[in-house]
């Protein structure tokens, strides 16, 4: 039995790596620009996951029925969890659109 190379699992992603490179780039070369944008994403990143730990809370409630005590603190636990990485995840893209809009005021 002839063994297979590693990289041949990896040819599969190279055209997910080659069209996803260029965006980093120009990102990267727009500066403060670039910054704000990124910053906008972030931003859209917490707020998707915030609603998406709600989403599942209120899944289980509709689908499951209220659980007993201890289950509902500890997926109310998770949804809380959830929520407050996305709250982090706001308060950064926020402090880097703030940042760039600094950048570009003054280095413009």
Do not use: W
């Amino acid at each position: 039995m002839r063994r297979q190379s590693e990289t041949l699992l990896l040819v599969p992603l190279l055209p997910i790596f080659l069209l996803g490179m260029f965006p980093m780039f120009l990102i990267a070369l727009l500066g403060f620009f670039g910054l704000a944008i990124f910053g906008v994403l972030v931003v859209c990143v917490g707020l998707a996951s915030s609603n998406e730990a709600h989403d599942n809370f209120n899944h289980d409630v509709i689908v499951h029925g209220y659980a007993r005590g201890s289950e509902r603190k500890a997926r109310a636990s998770d949804m809380h969890l959830a929520t407050r990485l996305g709250l982090r995840l706001e308060a950064v893209g926020a402090a880097m659109v703030i940042t760039a809009a600094i950048g570009l005021c003054y280095a413009g």
